[in-house]
């Protein structure tokens, strides 16, 4: 199962880095490779060519003092510079595949588990900077902490 952690903003100008980024989390023990985000319009088709940025990782245990006294472990993805290209009404939809390397045709990759974000508003002019919740501010000041996962900081 994979859980939305860090929202995207819910209003973004169109072609400026969404911020908060978007952090995805699963157990450690879930059985996929990688995590990717497709741009969904209200009408569930995939826009391929309007989402930019990283648009897949893999994930990795955050190795901090707070993951290691509660025994936690939770892998996280980080989406640290995604931007939407045109203005419109969107979601993310969030899927995490496994490679499978005994596929008839090469290796191929399949669907774990898939979710969505809250909706996105992007707009041809500027917005302002949405303010992470404190739960998520305290995950995003832990991810940049333990470095690795590119958690960019505040435009503001």
Known sequence: MVTVEVQPPAQVQAGAVMYPPLVISSDSG????FVQVALVDPYGRVL???LHG???TSGRALNDRASSRSG?????SVFPDLAVSHAGAYTLRVNALRMDYNSADG???FLTASTF???IMVYEQSVATEIPSPDEQALLRRLRRSGGFG???SPR
Request: proline share 4%; charged share 25%; no cysteine.
């Open 30 to 33: 879930d059985a996929y490779d």
């Open 48 to 50: 391929d060519d309007q």
């Open 54 to 56: 990283t648009l897949s």
């Open 72 to 76: 936690d472990s939770t892998v996280y």
């Open 107 to 109: 290796a191929g990759a």
């Open 117 to 119: 974000t809250a909706q």
């Open 151 to 153: 958690v960019p900081r």
